[in-house]
C-alpha cells in the first residue's frame, strides 16, 4: 500500500482528504468575508484568558514545516507544507501555568479533541497554529481562519476552524477520544484502539 513514508512530494490542496462531522461553521462566510471578525479564545485553568484576533496570531514568529495529514485508516492522507505561529508559542504568552495537564480544542461547528501540554512544550515544532497552507491561505474546506496541525498525529487532532484553546490541569477527552475511545495519543501510523498512558 502506498504510504507516506515512501510517497514524497507535496499534496495539492484541492486533492487533500477532508472529514466534516458536524459540517462547515456557520460563522464561516462572516469570517471569510471579514477575517477580522474571527476571534480565538485562550481560557482555562492555567492560563490568563485571551482573545486573539487572526492579524495577532501572524505576530508571533511564524513557523513552516513539512507535515503528513493521515486520517486513523491510514487510507487517506497527504503530504503539506504549513505555516502558522508554535502553539507553545501563544499558551506562554497567554500565560501558561505549571500544572497545566491537557489543552481542549474546540472547532468553529462544534468539534473538539486534545493534546497533551507536556508533548506540546516537548515538541513545541510539532503543534502549529496554522493560517497558511502549501503557500497560500487556508481555504474554508480546511479550517480557515485557524487551524492545529499536530505533527506526527492522526488527522482527528488537527482541529480545523479552531475557535476556542482550553489549558486545564484536570483531563480531557474530545470527540473521538471520549466518545468513541481512540486513542489520546493519536500517533500516526499506531492503532487508535489502545492504552495511552500520558507522556
Known sequence: MRQPENSPGITPIKELFRYDIF?????????????????????GDAVTERHYTLHDIRRFSPFRKEAVLQCMTRVHWGRVMVKGALLCDVLQDAGLQTGAFKVA????????????????????????LVYEMNDEPLTPEHGFPL?????????????????????????????????????????????????????
Open 147 to 199: 487551524r492545529v496541525a499536530a505533527l506526527g498525529k492522526y488527522a482527528y487532532k488537527w482541529c480545523k476552524w479552531l475557535v476556542t484553546v482550553k489549558v486545564l490541569d484536570s483531563d480531557f477527552k474530545g470527540h473521538y477520544e471520549g466518545k468513541r475511545g481512540w486513542s489520546d495519543r493519536a500517533v500516526r501510523g499506531e492503532p487508535v484502539y489502545t492504552a495511552d498512558d500520558p507522556p
Open 105 to 128: 480544542l474546540w472547532g468553529g461547528e462544534g468539534f473538539s479533541t486534545d493534546l497533551f501540554v507536556q508533548e506540546i512544550l516537548n515538541a513545541r515544532e510539532n503543534f502549529i
Open 23 to 43: 459540517g462547515l461553521p456557520a460563522d464561516l462566510r462572516k469570517w471569510s468575508e471579514d477575517p477580522s471578525s474571527y476571534s480565538l479564545e485562550i481560557t
